[in-house]
């Protein structure tokens, strides 16, 4: 990517946006999904200066392609500090693309108990839903070639780099 | 039947001769080695050129499980998987069910023997009644009937007032005692030897003195009733030690091992490899290592196959809940010239050990290609190599954990009492 | 003669879990870093990760055992896998089916895991042996040889005390010559780095093979946990405990019962655990059982996540595997 993207800008938005929604309700709880998620969660966390600590989600028991991948390699476990049940939850993400990471932490959220309501911020919206999943805060929303990818690095700077893959992305 | 091997190499340990020499036989036995007799003319030639005629061998311990267990084996199977092997006799030990303690189970295998016509079968009778290590068996009465031996199978007698008793009723008809040695107290439900092996296998272990204690006990006892004994399937340094000494004292006792004992040691039981599950149990490196040195010195005077074949059924379970032993006749040959091969060991001294020593153990006239000895010979190609294959096997029984090891020494001809019992695919007689 | 290490599939995986022996220092860790990751599951309103679901575990116990085969159970169910328990009783007087065809009916269930407990040593191998590709097998303890998720249970244990293994001085006491426990433990130990291993108790009961694996014995008790980390208490068995091997269990307890004063001997941080079930007043007293430096009921709960962690270990291998399910 020839053109950096500012993702203090882009955070800076979101956390405008977020705002009212915060403010109008004392009980939110946001929830970052690991890793990029917590990195951008830990951001809006801050800016939006939310009592609640902020909780992780790690997807990992939760992912559809386990039998096909297997274990991963570690990733911290899920440390929710709060309750879940009736509560806000603010989900939060770094790339939304196939909805499958949306679709697995959905799932594992309720494990945990039953939601008022769940809102979805992401950085970046791209193309290539494979499940009907859409973000309600999103940074920017992007349009890509099918062997492109864009990542977030961090989480100190936090950055977003495009490249180009050799064979077809899977899920994110 | 006249019959001239021309050309081979003759080894016959007995009576020194070691060189290429014809060999000639008339009427079942060894007529001559070198010149020709006269008048001789021989109604089969057959070309010995890089080949080594031996005396046959001879299997001190071979359980046939005829009768008793012939979903295992049978006479017929074993005798013939013996001659292709070039075993020429097989000695078969009396736990065989019934038990070998009367004269009509002696009969019943000779009869099976004789219809079946292929190696020699030997019988060695119970030395106690059912082998139940208490009543002493009609030892007069088994001699009779044609046993070469007496022994009590591999159950030691724990009551050693029994086991002298034993001893000197044996002798009274100048019965050679076999005994394997392992004290039914300290061996009691275990089936491994002690170390770091049996720990991490968490098999409860054999300790050595099971062994030597009995060794010396029977040592002691051979002294004190002047019997002949024979120490069967020795696994330990200790033992072979104390058999040294006590031939050295002038004692006439003789010993054995099994070929299994000097390759396989308790290393080879990791993973639980029920094929390596004998008894006597495999030992450590310095018993294996002591084990060949007293082939090579004649400390212990003969090799066996100790054969025991199995059913698969036998094998297929948990370690502890297996039966043990190897089906050794496939590869009794092949793993004792391998053995000479690697300590350095005189060819002629292996061939003593399969042959002219069993003979002088079970006191046969055989063993040897003197003139007028049985021709039991083996034509073999002895550097000629092959990969041990277990679906290759002869014995009914499979069981033998040598699987792709590559083995010299292929027999070509089998002879018993000069009738061939046995010749090699694509070889010209 | 047979030398490849059954327990791993061909991209070198853990396909079967039968013993710590031949299991390497970063799978081990692997396997306690994802039990972490399922510990703080109790504690969730739905108690179940979805990671299993559709997979059938049948727990095979041919020694019976509430206590472990409860814990399997209830590791695969909060993996969402379907549980079948088959207990299997052969007493040493009867022989009934074959192993190896109860074997083969079972496996016309077609399921994708076997957990066995058996009382012969090298059960589970020659179950992993004999049992069709595409299935798993865990052992659940046999005979005296092995009883490793029990270990890596207790090691998770250590780990949540204890920074590092390295440094640490462990004392396993008890039977250990009958012990499949400790086995696994001392095999685990090893390979995650323990310096200091020691095993304490009388000499019927040390197998002379302890020296030679670097475990340092005594017979005394005090000196055998001075200064030490970590006392595992093992359990004496019942027909242990008079006979040609013990007088009584009396005397045992005189001598190497734990008490708090003989505590006293080990660091003041030092943690005390015991795989149970527990024998008071013969392996260990009540006040130090009950006491603050007990973890045993710990031991029990991190049991569950622990097992959780090699089920999916096992069962989810993973892509390019021929043996995957």
């Given at each position: 990517?020839?053109?950096?993207?500012?993702?203090?800008?882009?955070?800076?938005?979101?956390?405008?946006?977020?705002?009212?929604?915060?403010?109008?309700?004392?009980?939110?709880?946001?929830?970052?999904?690991?890793?990029?998620?917590?990195?951008?969660?830990?951001?809006?966390?801050?800016?939006?200066?939310?009592?609640?600590?902020?909780?992780?989600?790690?997807?990992?028991?939760?992912?559809?392609?386990?039998?096909?991948?297997?274990?991963?390699?570690?990733?911290?476990?899920?440390?929710?500090?709060?309750?879940?049940?009736?509560?806000?939850?603010?989900?939060?993400?770094?790339?939304?693309?196939?909805?499958?990471?949306?679709?697995?932490?959905?799932?594992?959220?309720?494990?945990?108990?039953?939601?008022?309501?769940?809102?979805?911020?992401?950085?970046?919206?791209?193309?290539?839903?494979?499940?009907?999943?859409?973000?309600?805060?999103?940074?920017?929303?992007?349009?890509?070639?099918?062997?492109?990818?864009?990542?977030?690095?961090?989480?100190?700077?936090?950055?977003?780099?495009?490249?180009?893959?050799?064979?077809?992305?899977?899920?994110? | 039947?006249?019959?001239?091997?021309?050309?081979?190499?003759?080894?016959?340990?007995?009576?020194?001769?070691?060189?290429?020499?014809?060999?000639?036989?008339?009427?079942?036995?060894?007529?001559?080695?070198?010149?020709?007799?006269?008048?001789?003319?021989?109604?089969?030639?057959?070309?010995?050129?890089?080949?080594?005629?031996?005396?046959?061998?001879?299997?001190?311990?071979?359980?046939?499980?005829?009768?008793?267990?012939?979903?295992?084996?049978?006479?017929?199977?074993?005798?013939?998987?013996?001659?292709?092997?070039?075993?020429?006799?097989?000695?078969?030990?009396?736990?065989?069910?019934?038990?070998?303690?009367?004269?009509?189970?002696?009969?019943?295998?000779?009869?099976?023997?004789?219809?079946?016509?292929?190696?020699?079968?030997?019988?060695?009778?119970?030395?106690?009644?059912?082998?139940?290590?208490?009543?002493?068996?009609?030892?007069?009465?088994?001699?009779?009937?044609?046993?070469?031996?007496?022994?009590?199978?591999?159950?030691?007698?724990?009551?050693?007032?029994?086991?002298?008793?034993?001893?000197?009723?044996?002798?009274?008809?100048?019965?050679?005692?076999?005994?394997?040695?392992?004290?039914?107290?300290?061996?009691?439900?275990?089936?491994?030897?002690?170390?770091?092996?049996?720990?991490?296998?968490?098999?409860?272990?054999?300790?050595?003195?099971?062994?030597?204690?009995?060794?010396?006990?029977?040592?002691?006892?051979?002294?004190?009733?002047?019997?002949?004994?024979?120490?069967?399937?020795?696994?330990?340094?200790?033992?072979?030690?104390?058999?040294?000494?006590?031939?050295?004292?002038?004692?006439?006792?003789?010993?054995?091992?099994?070929?299994?004992?000097?390759?396989?040691?308790?290393?080879?039981?990791?993973?639980?490899?029920?094929?390596?599950?004998?008894?006597?149990?495999?030992?450590?490196?310095?018993?294996?290592?002591?084990?060949?040195?007293?082939?090579?010195?004649?400390?212990?005077?003969?090799?066996?196959?100790?054969?025991?074949?199995?059913?698969?059924?036998?094998?297929?379970?948990?370690?502890?809940?297996?039966?043990?032993?190897?089906?050794?006749?496939?590869?009794?040959?092949?793993?004792?010239?391998?053995?000479?091969?690697?300590?350095?060991?005189?060819?002629?001294?292996?061939?003593?050990?399969?042959?002219?020593?069993?003979?002088?153990?079970?006191?046969?006239?055989?063993?040897?290609?003197?003139?007028?000895?049985?021709?039991?010979?083996?034509?073999?190609?002895?550097?000629?190599?092959?990969?041990?294959?277990?679906?290759?096997?002869?014995?009914?029984?499979?069981?033998?954990?040598?699987?792709?090891?590559?083995?010299?020494?292929?027999?070509?001809?089998?002879?018993?009492?000069?009738?061939?019992?046995?010749?090699?695919?694509?070889?010209?007689? | 003669?047979?030398?490849?290490?059954?327990?791993?599939?061909?991209?070198?995986?853990?396909?079967?879990?039968?013993?710590?022996?031949?299991?390497?220092?970063?799978?081990?860790?692997?396997?306690?870093?994802?039990?972490?990751?399922?510990?703080?599951?109790?504690?969730?309103?739905?108690?179940?990760?979805?990671?299993?679901?559709?997979?059938?575990?049948?727990?095979?116990?041919?020694?019976?055992?509430?206590?472990?085969?409860?814990?399997?159970?209830?590791?695969?169910?909060?993996?969402?896998?379907?549980?079948?328990?088959?207990?299997?009783?052969?007493?040493?007087?009867?022989?009934?089916?074959?192993?190896?065809?109860?074997?083969?009916?079972?496996?016309?269930?077609?399921?994708?895991?076997?957990?066995?407990?058996?009382?012969?040593?090298?059960?589970?191998?020659?179950?992993?042996?004999?049992?069709?590709?595409t299935v798993s097998v865990i052992n659940g303890g046999d005979g005296r040889h092995a009883h490793p998720t029990q270990a890596m249970l207790d090691m998770f244990t250590i780990a949540h005390h204890k920074k590092t293994f390295e440094d640490l001085s462990v004392a396993i006491v008890g039977d250990i010559s009958h012990s499949r426990v400790a086995r696994s433990q001392i095999s685990a130990l090893k390979i995650l780095g323990v310096k200091d291993i020691r095993a304490v108790g009388p000499k019927t009961l040390l197998p002379s093979a302890l020296e030679a694996l670097g475990v340092r014995t005594f017979t005394d008790l005090t000196e055998g946990i001075r200064d030490v980390d970590v006392v595992i208490m093992l359990r004496l068995q019942r027909e242990r405990m008079s006979g040609p091997v013990l007088p009584s269990s009396h005397e045992y307890f005189q001598v190497w019962g734990l008490t708090a004063e003989r505590l006293e001997a080990a660091k003041a941080d030092a943690i005390v655990m015991h795989p149970?079930?527990?024998?008071?007043?013969?392996?260990?007293?009540?006040?130090?059982?009950?006491?603050?430096?007990?973890?045993i009921l710990q031991q029990v709960s991190f049991g569950i996540a622990v097992r959780m962690a090699v089920m999916s270990i096992v069962l989810g291998r993973g892509a390019g595997n021929p043996d995957a399910n």
């Amino acid at each position: 990517m020839s053109d950096v993207i500012n993702v203090d800008a882009l955070l800076a938005r979101m956390a405008d946006t977020l705002r009212p929604l915060v403010e109008a309700d004392g009980n939110v709880g946001m929830i970052g999904i690991r890793t990029g998620g917590v990195w951008v969660a830990e951001q809006l966390h801050r800016a939006l200066g939310l009592e609640q600590g902020l909780g992780a989600l790690n997807i990992n028991f939760y992912r559809d392609d386990f039998t096909r991948v297997g274990m991963h390699p570690q990733v911290t476990p899920s440390d929710l500090p709060f309750g879940v049940e009736d509560r806000h939850i603010i989900l939060v993400d770094d790339v939304l693309f196939s909805g499958r990471t949306i679709r697995a932490a959905l799932n594992e959220l309720f494990d945990y108990g039953r939601p008022a309501r769940v809102t979805l911020a992401t950085l970046v919206a791209r193309n290539g839903r494979d499940l009907p999943i859409q973000a309600d805060v999103v940074g920017t929303h992007l349009n890509l070639t099918a062997d492109q990818y864009i990542k977030l690095n961090g989480p100190e700077p936090l950055e977003l780099a495009l490249a180009t893959r050799l064979n077809h992305p899977s899920n994110s | 039947m006249r019959i001239e091997i021309a050309g081979a190499e003759v080894i016959d340990p007995k009576n020194h001769v070691q060189g290429v020499f014809d060999l000639f036989i008339a009427d079942g036995l060894v007529a001559a080695i070198g010149e020709r007799p006269d008048g001789f003319t021989a109604d089969q030639r057959i070309d010995g050129k890089s080949l080594t005629a031996v005396p046959g061998f001879i299997e001190l311990s071979a359980k046939v499980r005829e009768p008793g267990l012939e979903h295992k084996a049978t006479i017929q199977s074993e005798s013939y998987a013996a001659v292709a092997n070039g075993i020429t006799t097989l000695c078969i030990p009396p736990d065989t069910i019934p038990v070998i303690d009367s004269p009509a189970v002696v009969e019943l295998i000779e009869k099976r023997a004789r219809e079946v016509n292929l190696a020699r079968i030997e019988v060695i009778g119970a030395l106690t009644n059912g082998l139940g290590s208490e009543r002493l068996a009609e030892m007069f009465a088994l001699r009779e009937a044609g046993c070469i031996a007496v022994s009590n199978a591999d159950r030691t007698i724990a009551n050693s007032e029994i086991m002298r008793r034993a001893l000197e009723y044996a002798t009274t008809f100048n019965l050679t005692v076999m005994t394997q040695c392992e004290d039914p107290w300290l061996s009691a439900r275990r089936v491994v030897h002690g170390g770091i092996n049996s720990f991490s296998l968490g098999l409860d272990p054999i300790p050595e003195s099971a062994e030597t204690i009995i060794v010396a006990r029977d040592l002691l006892l051979a002294e004190q009733t002047g019997a002949r004994v024979h120490f069967c399937r020795l696994s330990s340094a200790r033992s072979v030690d104390m058999i040294r000494h006590a031939k050295a004292a002038g004692l006439p006792v003789t010993a054995d091992v099994a070929v299994h004992q000097l390759y396989l040691t308790q290393a080879s039981l990791d993973g639980f490899d029920t094929r390596c599950h004998v008894r006597p149990p495999l030992r450590r490196e310095i018993d294996r290592t002591a084990l060949r040195a007293g082939i090579a010195d004649g400390t212990i005077d003969a090799l066996t196959a100790d054969h025991q074949p199995h059913d698969t059924d036998a094998k297929l379970n948990p370690f502890a809940e297996t039966e043990p032993g190897i089906s050794g006749l496939d590869t009794l040959v092949g793993l004792s010239l391998n053995v000479g091969h690697e300590e350095g060991i005189n060819v002629a001294r292996i061939v003593e050990a399969l042959s002219s020593a069993p003979a002088a153990i079970t006191q046969l006239e055989r063993g040897h290609l003197g003139p007028g000895a049985p021709a039991d010979v083996c034509l073999l190609a002895l550097d000629e190599t092959r990969v041990f294959d277990e679906q290759q096997m002869y014995s009914k029984g499979k069981n033998n954990p040598f699987q792709g090891l590559t083995l010299p020494g292929r027999v070509t001809h089998t002879f018993v009492g000069g009738t061939l019992k046995y010749q090699r695919e694509n070889t010209t007689p | 003669m047979r030398s490849a290490n059954l327990q791993l599939d061909a991209h070198g995986r853990l396909k079967h879990f039968l013993s710590i022996d031949g299991l390497n220092r970063e799978l081990l860790h692997q396997i306690l870093d994802t039990a972490a990751g399922f510990a703080g599951i109790g504690g969730r309103a739905v108690k179940k990760v979805p990671l299993l679901r559709g997979k059938t575990i049948i727990n095979l116990f041919f020694e019976p055992s509430t206590r472990t085969r409860t814990t399997f159970e209830l590791a695969a169910m909060r993996l969402s896998a379907d549980v079948l328990n088959i207990d299997v009783q052969v007493s040493s007087t009867t022989k009934g089916e074959s192993l190896l065809d109860t074997l083969r009916n079972l496996q016309a269930m077609h399921c994708d895991m076997f957990v066995v407990r058996h009382q012969s040593s090298g059960a589970a191998h020659f179950i992993a042996r004999n049992v069709q590709r595409t299935v798993s097998v865990i052992n659940g303890g046999d005979g005296r040889h092995a009883h490793p998720t029990q270990a890596m249970l207790d090691m998770f244990t250590i780990a949540h005390h204890k920074k590092t293994f390295e440094d640490l001085s462990v004392a396993i006491v008890g039977d250990i010559s009958h012990s499949r426990v400790a086995r696994s433990q001392i095999s685990a130990l090893k390979i995650l780095g323990v310096k200091d291993i020691r095993a304490v108790g009388p000499k019927t009961l040390l197998p002379s093979a302890l020296e030679a694996l670097g475990v340092r014995t005594f017979t005394d008790l005090t000196e055998g946990i001075r200064d030490v980390d970590v006392v595992i208490m093992l359990r004496l068995q019942r027909e242990r405990m008079s006979g040609p091997v013990l007088p009584s269990s009396h005397e045992y307890f005189q001598v190497w019962g734990l008490t708090a004063e003989r505590l006293e001997a080990a660091k003041a941080d030092a943690i005390v655990m015991h795989p149970g079930p527990l024998n008071r007043g013969v392996e260990i007293s009540s006040d130090v059982a009950d006491g603050g430096r007990s973890v045993i009921l710990q031991q029990v709960s991190f049991g569950i996540a622990v097992r959780m962690a090699v089920m999916s270990i096992v069962l989810g291998r993973g892509a390019g595997n021929p043996d995957a399910n």
